[in-house]
């Protein structure tokens, strides 16, 4: 055919190469032990066109026949490349009439069978002196290589939809050159236009608060000295001058030769984090000044209290002394023991309130262990010997005479724990009981257990035992008395000497309570 034609794959007229394509394409080459050229090109797996001025093929190779153009028939091309090609190939083939230069596209081909695959084609002008006699087009089958590319797009933009929906922003900082890479989120959330974009460090830095841009760098300069993963929470200001938090993680990348040449991380948007938190900061410093402040009140009332009291009883007891009237003594007993269980309450009370405050310190010292438990049981047996109810000491021989630490202290817990027992054990008898802790070891740690035979104590009121003004329940309360603050004065106290406190009981089946604390021989 003689008439002009686009070349439908380059669109690029050439006129007819007669000789001149006769010789691009030799019959044979020399050092190729005379093997025809056209007989090599079959054999090779890339698909091979040799085309006149006009577009007309005048050659392909066995691969490019499975294409299913024809020798001859340049209109035939219009079928076999993708429509959607069609446009593209056309605005290649223009550019390459302009300048004569070589191109490449990429475009799909229908083979014989009528399926589509992607191709990579090259297509190169044949030259006779100045002119154009023709073009040889070659092209690959990359249709894996699209399908890849494609399924890697379509994973790093589910990737990036993933980090906007969730509010991750990605950032990759070269600090070899300085430059920090942001994605759309990543700039967002420093307070940019919400668009990837390229920036330096003294930019970066510039849009982090003054107050944590050394916060920032020492975070870099750890990761990269230590090799440990960066991790930063700093404040930027965003749209409108508002202040937001964002936390940066990353890693560092060593290159080829194991220097940290990268950072690459991840930016989250913490504000909420930093907003709860600094809330409640701000309630615990106000719960913990309303204590103080409760204590403060209670160790005040209770000096206030204490002060009349002391001069009420002082003046019960002095008439006492001195009247002989039966009904008055009567009456005059009846005021002393209300009073002094309103100075037991008032010792309580006060007790908590320095030990809230942290105004209780221990003044250990050496004291005599045997003479401690006498002592104790014997002010306890005072009530009990009202009731009937004996009170027993039983010491382990193993465990030292003399002892160090807070005598009175350790008098207050066994003495709480004493009349505890005493009060609810209507016959029978209560032990104090002292031997080494060999269970939970330790030099010098001791166990004391009081145990009795009284009411007991079910599973739900031994949760509320130590537990501020709560006693067993109700009924307790109104048949036994008391503030129930003795217990917790106790768990406090052997806290404060280090050591740790429990209880075992059953209803009807009395109750054991024990306390183990450090006294090492003195």
Request: charge should be neutral; aromatic fraction near 4%; include cysteine.
């Amino acid at each position: 055919m003689t008439a002009r034609t686009a070349h439908p794959i380059a669109g690029i007229p050439v006129d007819r190469p007669d000789d001149a394509l006769g010789r691009a394409l030799p019959e044979s080459e020399p050092g190729m032990s005379g093997l025809p050229s056209r007989l090599i090109l079959d054999a090779l797996p890339q698909k091979i066109w040799m085309l006149d001025r006009d577009g007309v093929v005048r050659f392909a190779n066995r691969a490019a026949r499975e294409i299913g153009t024809s020798l001859g028939e340049p209109d035939a091309w219009d079928s076999v490349i993708h429509p959607k090609d069609r446009t593209r190939a056309a605005a290649a083939r223009s550019s390459a009439i302009r300048s004569g230069q070589p191109y490449d596209l990429t475009i799909r081909l229908r083979d014989t069978s009528g399926r589509w695959h992607w191709h990579q084609t090259d297509v190169v002008p044949i030259r006779e002196g100045a002119s154009i006699t023709g073009w040889m087009m070659t092209a690959a089958d990359v249709d894996d290589v699209v399908a890849d590319n494609q399924a890697l797009e379509a994973t790093t933009n589910l990737l990036l939809l993933t980090h906007k929906a969730a509010g991750v922003g990605l950032w990759d900082w070269n600090m070899r050159t300085g430059a920090l890479s942001l994605s759309a989120e990543g700039a967002r959330l420093h307070g940019l236009s919400a668009q990837a974009c390229i920036i330096t460090s003294s930019a970066w830095t510039g849009l982090v608060h003054a107050d944590d841009r050394a916060m920032l760098w020492d975070a870099v300069t750890k990761a990269v000295t230590t090799r440990t993963p960066f991790s930063v929470d700093v404040r930027v200001t965003a749209e409108h001058g508002v202040v937001r938090w964002i936390q940066s993680l990353g890693r560092v990348l060593d290159d080829a030769h194991g220097l940290s040449g990268r950072i690459v991380g991840l930016t989250l948007d913490i504000t909420a984090r930093k907003r709860a938190e600094q809330a409640l900061s701000h309630a615990k410093d106000g719960a913990e000044q309303a204590s103080r402040a409760k204590s403060d009140f209670l160790a005040m009332m209770s000096h206030e209290i204490r002060n009349p009291l002391n001069a009420v009883l002082g003046y019960t007891e002095h008439m006492l002394s001195r009247s002989r009237e039966p009904e008055t003594l009567r009456h005059l007993a009846a005021v002393q023991e209300a009073g002094e269980i309103l100075m037991r309450v008032v010792d309580d009370v006060l007790d908590v309130a320095q030990i809230e405050a942290g105004q209780v310190a221990l003044d250990p010292e050496p004291f005599l262990l045997a003479d401690l438990l006498a002592g104790t049981a014997e002010v306890a047996r005072g009530a009990a010997s009202r009731k009937g109810v004996a009170v027993e000491v039983l010491r382990d021989p193993a465990t030292p005479a003399l002892v160090l630490g807070d005598v009175g202290r350790l008098r207050q817990v066994l003495l709480n724990l004493l009349t505890n027992a005493v009060k609810f054990t209507p016959a029978g008898r209560v032990a104090l009981a002292v031997s080494p802790d060999v269970a939970r070891g330790g030099e010098g740690r001791l166990l004391f257990t009081v145990s009795d035979t009284g009411i007991g104590m079910s599973a739900a009121q031994q949760e509320r035992l130590f537990v501020p003004f709560g006693q067993g329940d109700e009924s307790i309360r109104r048949r036994f008395g008391g503030s129930g603050l003795g217990l917790v004065i106790c768990r406090h106290l052997v806290e404060l000497m280090g050591g740790q406190i429990g209880v075992a009981s059953e209803p009807g089946r009395g109750t054991r309570i024990w306390f183990s604390v450090t006294l090492p021989a003195a």
